[in-house]
């Protein structure tokens, strides 16, 4: 009978062991599962259309990134509403570092509108990746040879000259309200679609159009339209022959910024990996040439760069948004 | 010399890489098309990794392929259960499903697919040769143009099915006013969303089609009392068209081709509006004007020309000006660019290897999905035969993954049920769901470009009137609108002239 009594203690004690066993090597395992991120595919949710701008340098990032991370990264558009739906899904999704938001200054004009009821800092910044100039158009027959001319036609016709955007609020947008806001005289705004601004001046039906490089390189080069200013810093490399708006005498420096961001909450451990892996991306030989290509010009920023220099752009956008009666 | 050089470019497309590049596409694409929910942007964009690795002429043909050949599968669901499968074929529905109904499905479904083949040929044809001429007439076009076009379609569209003319235009109005939920397309102000985060970007056009048109269906065969199903043997010869069927839909065809191909040119929705004014061109001219709606083959041969035919002229802007007027188009671009193509007027003098191999591609896809879908159809006639207890709840199912599938919202599902019971209403009293789809379709565009003319104007009516086209446009549109109360005036004295001769 005793006998039986301590087998049997010997067998719970067994049993007992291994469970706890089973439990440590289980806990275990799901903290070095944490470690092993990425365990499936990762998305990366892009706020404006497939095809666009912003898109095709997503998808050829996307594919680079892939490489390095084991798994892919999948670009995802979700559109509408200049990109607040985007946001907000991303802004709701789980923060486990499975869904990235392609992140751009939409955050800051979104925020500043308050087309969204949150701002930058609901998020855990991963890596800046460049910046994407934007130029303003002209129609080949236009009379304007250059932007000082552009300038003086502006200031002896305020409130005449129409300009084309890609949608009220984008950063297209802003730059020709901060153009007229330092030249003094109001433009007229004619928000269009992605594209769309471009047939428009093609057609005659507009005076200029406000976009980024990559939106207008064909008919550029066809000399259907000519470019007379861009709004970055220097001269960007496919078109060495425009001048910068500083240079034109407009103190003007306003680019369209891009990096990559993750919902507020997502493991540090996550976040490291990802800046390491898209910082190898964006200082890869390939990157630099497709970016060239495009218009777009890389620049790296790590986490904490990245969150500061966002930061400020939300403060110069509001300025421009209240200056232009277009924040609440 | 000259000829030569671009024959052997055409067969680029014949190199066997290419050729299964083609066939992949034209694969995905068919089923793109038929599976309701899952537009050809996404998929395309979806695969664009994937063609990188092909290199750009095989990438960018696997591509084409799924952008045509998402326009041939698109009528499918829509002739068997009702189910738009493309906003493009909504209005295959009204003479696709009856006469899928009256048990001619094999019929309408080899008359789409021998359409769009006929449609994506003469659309290739055209963009090979008069591309450059096509593209310039297309920049005609600003804002005040298309707020008049809008216009003109909403008075031609209003009496689509021909019956009453005034819930025709209520339920455009519907359409049009539905059309304003979310955020506004200039401005950026919230409208009608009463909060809810998931009409911001709008009311979902595939959940309320698939609502509207497949779950009203739905809801009215459960309404009726189960018949005993006769079934009836069908032959091999049955299931295809009828040589009288063939020859009633070659003429719509063809106008619906070069409409398609016209309309097709512009941007914003041209392949649905296509479809739309084919449909309506075909009932005006028919002589059997009372079949439309009834099963008339002439409404499936005409739009399914046209919804193909505008996929084709969507490619003009965007191969000789390198302007994208579609988000498909769009998604090609950025295809293109992707691979470091830059379409536009030099693309055929510095890649023309690549440019002829796309071209030949067409026309080698067409030829390619005539043939997939031809035999397809006998195997997707038999559907119709599975008894509705059977086949409704599929249809069903197939309705929630459509609408949920669009944007991966369960929001959308209840607009769908809600479309649903709406439509089943709708259809009890007598007001038809595709009016409305038209309104909404139209809806958009009508406000930006209004919206746009006003702005450009800076607020002066006039600007709405300025070029002669508007005012060719405009004068139209007074023709049509008064033209129907003058012909009825006339008929009626005539009609009370021949009574007192008598």
């Known amino acids: 009978m005793l006998r039986k009594d301590a087998a049997l203690k010997t067998y719970w004690r067994w049993l007992f062991l291994t469970l706890l066993t089973a439990i440590l090597v289980w806990g275990a395992g799901s903290s070095l599962a944490k470690e092993a991120w990425p365990e499936k595919q990762v998305e990366l949710i892009n706020p404006f259309g497939a095809g666009g701008a912003a898109d095709i340098q997503a998808r050829k990032l996307a594919e680079i990134i892939s490489r390095d991370l084991g798994q892919p990264l999948v670009v995802r558009n979700v559109t509408g509403a200049g990109g607040a739906i985007a946001y907000n899904e991303v802004h709701r999704a789980k923060p486990d570092g499975y869904t ?56 002896q016709n305020p409130n005449k000259v129409t300009v084309g955007n890609s949608g009220i609020g984008s950063v297209t947008h802003m730059v020709p309200v901060a153009m007229a806001a330092k030249i003094g005289a109001p433009l007229v705004h004619v928000p269009f679609g992605t594209g769309l601004a471009v047939a428009a001046l093609m057609g005659g039906k507009i005076d200029a159009s406000s976009q980024h490089p990559a939106e207008i390189l064909s008919q550029v080069k066809a000399g259907e339209v000519r470019v007379l200013a861009v709004t970055s810093e220097k001269r960007i490399s496919i078109w060495p022959n425009v001048p910068t708006m500083k240079e034109s005498g407009v ?54 760069a990245f969150y500061k220099f966002v930061g400020e752009v939300d403060k110069i956008t509001k300025e421009i948004m209240i200056a232009a009666g277009l924040s609440k | 010399m000259a000829d030569r050089t671009i024959l052997s470019f055409l067969l680029i497309a014949f190199q066997p890489a290419n050729l299964l590049a083609c066939f992949a ?92 083949f006929v449609a994506g040929t003469v659309s290739v044809i055209a963009l090979q040769f008069f591309a450059p001429l096509l593209a310039r007439s297309a920049l005609a076009f600003g804002p005040a143009e298309y707020f008049v076009l809008t216009v003109l379609g909403v008075i031609l569209l209003s009496n689509l099915t021909g019956k009453s003319r005034v819930k025709s235009l209520i339920m455009i109005m519907v359409g049009l006013m539905l059309s304003t939920i979310g955020f506004d397309p200039v401005g950026g102000v919230e409208r009608f969303s009463f909060g809810f985060e998931s009409v911001q970007g709008g009311i979902s056009f595939i959940a309320l089609t698939t ?78 004007r009372d079949q439309f709606g009834k099963g008339a083959i002439e409404g499936v041969a005409g739009p399914e020309s046209a919804n193909n035919a505008a996929a084709g002229g969507a490619m003009v802007p965007l191969l000789s000006l390198g ?45 390619m999905l005539l043939i997939l879908n031809l035999p397809l159809v006998g195997i997707f006639a038999k559907i ?61 565009v009508m406000e930006r470009s209004l919206r746009q003319a006003l702005i450009i104007s800076q607020g002066n009516l006039s600007g709405l009137w300025d070029s002669t086209l508007c005012q060719v446009m405009w004068f139209i549109v007074l023709l049509s609108a008064i033209l129907p109360f003058i012909t009825h005036y006339l008929r009626r004295s005539a009609a009370s002239v021949s009574k007192k001769a008598n």
């Open chain 1, 100 to 155: 990235l938001i392609w992140y751009s200054g939409a955050i800051n004009t979104l925020a500043a509108r308050k087309q969204i009821s949150f701002d930058y800092r609901a998020f855990e910044h991963i890596a800046g990746v460049g910046f994407e100039t934007v130029a303003i158009a002209v129609n080949k027959t236009a009379p304007w040879k250059d932007f000082k001319e552009f300038v003086a036609y502006i200031r």
């Open chain 1, 251 to 304: 103190d003007l420096v306003f680019d369209q910024w891009r990096g990559f961001a993750a919902p507020k909450g997502t493991p540090k451990t996550v976040i490291d990996k990802m800046t390491a892996i898209v910082k190898k991306a964006v200082e890869s030989k390939e990157w630099a040439e497709f970016a060239a290509s495009v218009g777009t010009t890389p620049q790296y920023l790590d986490p904490v």
């Open chain 2, 25 to 116: 596409g034209a694969v995905v694409g068919t089923l793109v098309g038929v599976l309701p929910g899952l537009g050809p942007a996404a998929v395309m964009a979806l695969v664009i990794p994937l063609t990188l690795k092909l290199g750009p002429t095989a990438g960018l043909i696997m591509l084409a392929g799924i952008y045509y050949g998402s326009m041939y599968g698109g009528s499918t669901t829509s002739i068997l259960v009702n189910v738009p499968g493309e906003p493009a074929s909504v209005v295959t529905t009204l003479d696709g499903y009856a006469m899928a109904k009256k048990g001619r499905a094999g019929a309408a479904l080899a008359i789409a697919a021998i359409g769009s």
């Open chain 2, 211 to 288: 609502g509207l048109f497949g779950v009203a269906e739905v809801f009215s065969v459960m309404a009726e009392k189960e018949k005993p199903m006769g079934l009836f043997p069908v032959r091999f010869r049955e299931l295809y068209p009828d040589r009288e069927e063939l020859k009633r839909s070659l003429a719509p065809m063809a106008r619906g081709s070069v409409l398609g191909f016209l309309i097709g040119l512009l941007p914003g929705p041209a392949a649905t509006m296509a479809a739309f004014a084919s449909y309506s061109l075909e009932r005006r001219l028919s002589k059997r």
């Open chain 2, 323 to 367: 302007l994208p007027f579609t988000p498909t188009t769009a998604v090609l671009l950025g295809g293109m660019l992707l691979h470091g193509v830059t379409p536009g007027p030099f693309l055929l003098r510095d890649r023309p290897e690549l440019f002829w191999g796309v071209i030949g591609s067409f026309y080698l896809g067409n030829a």
């Open chain 2, 384 to 444: 119709v035969r599975v008894a509705p207890r059977y086949l409704m709840p599929i249809v069903l199912v197939l309705c929630v993954i459509g609408a949920y599938g669009d944007n991966l919202n369960l929001f959308d599902v209840w607009v769908m049920f809600g479309a649903g019971v709406t439509g089943y209403l709708m259809r009890k009293y007598g007001y038809e769901p595709a009016p409305l789809v038209i309104g909404l379709v139209l809806g958009p």
